[in-house]
């Protein structure tokens, strides 16, 4: 199944990983990069575009206010997160912030792409294409406006049970917490209807991981075609 938008590289073999929070997306990405896949962590870069000094964190504050500062200047995350996604949150909050973030972590993501290394090649001496996959809570919501095209999508999912338990247990939320950032996200018809691939994170760890080397096997053997098809159009 593949989504259009801007491609950024045709030899990639790109993927889209996403998920409903706590429903064990990280488990899954871990297991990917343990298995010698890139995963570019879209958690991780939104942290980045908001680091002190940033574009990002100056922006924030100038569309939300100085008290979306800690005392050490940092972005105070708790409040930031009490005033978009919490119950009182003004009308458009999340947009106006997504709206700042986005595009930046837009363009890391680029760039963490084209330090991407190619394959070795085949037995005819042509490059393989490369296999990325792209850890994106919020897919469903954002795959319209991203600059980039995906040849799979996974969503993991687990009861909206299950994932309330784990927030309240592994992050200390409250409950009106945890079903606070649920209702801000995609439901899960809509994660599934954009997936070609769903894994059940609450299956055992061992008939999961099973299931997520498979669809590891697949793309590589997806990128060997790829990077034949790529050869055959220059000819």
Same mark, same amino acid.
Not at 147 to 175: L, Y
Not at 218 to 231: D, K, L, P
């Given at each position: 199944?593949?989504?259009?938008?801007?491609?950024?590289?045709?030899?990639?073999?790109?993927?889209?990983?996403?998920?409903?929070?706590?429903?064990?997306?990280?488990?899954?990405?871990?297991?990917?990069?343990?298995?010698?896949?890139?995963?570019?962590?879209?958690?991780?870069?939104?942290?980045?575009?908001?680091?002190?000094?940033?574009?990002?964190?100056?922006?924030?504050?100038?569309?939300?206010?100085?008290?979306?500062?800690? /005392?050490?200047?940092?972005?105070?995350?708790?409040?930031?997160?009490?005033?978009?996604?919490?119950?009182?949150?003004?009308?458009?909050?999340?947009?106006?912030?997504?709206?700042?973030?986005?595009?930046?972590?837009?363009?890391?993501?680029?760039?963490?792409?084209?330090?991407?290394?190619?394959?070795?090649?085949?037995?005819?001496?042509?490059?393989?294409?490369?296999?990325?996959?792209?850890?994106?809570?919020?897919?469903?919501?954002?795959?319209?406006?991203?600059?980039? *095209?995906?040849?799979?999508?996974?969503?993991?999912?687990?009861?909206?049970?299950?994932?309330?338990?784990?927030?309240?247990?592994? /992050?200390?939320?409250?409950? *009106?917490?945890?079903?606070? /950032?649920?209702?801000?996200?995609?439901?899960?018809?809509?994660?599934?209807?954009?997936?070609?691939?769903?894994?059940?994170?609450?299956?055992?760890?061992?008939?999961?991981?099973?299931?997520?080397?498979?669809?590891?096997?697949?793309? /590589?053997?997806?990128?060997?075609?790829?990077?034949?098809?790529?050869?055959?159009?220059?000819?």
């Amino acid at each position: 199944m593949a989504y259009m938008v801007r491609t950024m590289n045709e030899r990639l073999v790109r993927v889209g990983l996403t998920g409903g929070i706590a429903a064990g997306k990280s488990t899954v990405a871990a297991r990917m990069r343990a298995l010698g896949v890139p995963v570019i962590d879209y958690d991780e870069l939104a942290r980045v575009v908001v680091a002190p000094g940033s574009a990002g964190l100056r922006r924030i504050v100038e569309e939300f206010g100085v008290r979306a500062l800690g /005392r050490d200047g940092a972005l105070d995350r708790a409040w930031l997160a009490e005033h978009v996604f919490g119950a009182n949150a003004a009308p458009g909050a999340r947009e106006r912030l997504d709206a700042i973030e986005h595009p930046l972590i837009y363009e890391e993501a680029a760039r963490i792409e084209r330090r991407l290394p190619a394959g070795e090649g085949d037995d005819a001496g042509a490059p393989d294409a490369a296999l990325v996959v792209h850890d994106v809570p919020l897919l469903a919501e954002v795959i319209g406006a991203m600059p980039f *095209r995906f040849d799979h999508i996974v969503t993991v999912e687990a009861s909206e049970r299950t994932r309330i338990e784990r927030m309240m247990t592994a /992050r200390g939320m409250t409950r *009106r917490q945890a079903e606070d /950032r649920i209702r801000h996200q995609s439901s899960r018809a809509q994660r599934e209807a954009i997936a070609d691939a769903v894994i059940d994170s609450e299956q055992p760890f061992e008939q999961m991981f099973d299931a997520v080397d498979m669809l590891v096997a697949q793309w /590589r053997s997806e990128c060997g075609n790829t990077s034949r098809r790529a050869v055959e159009q220059e000819v």
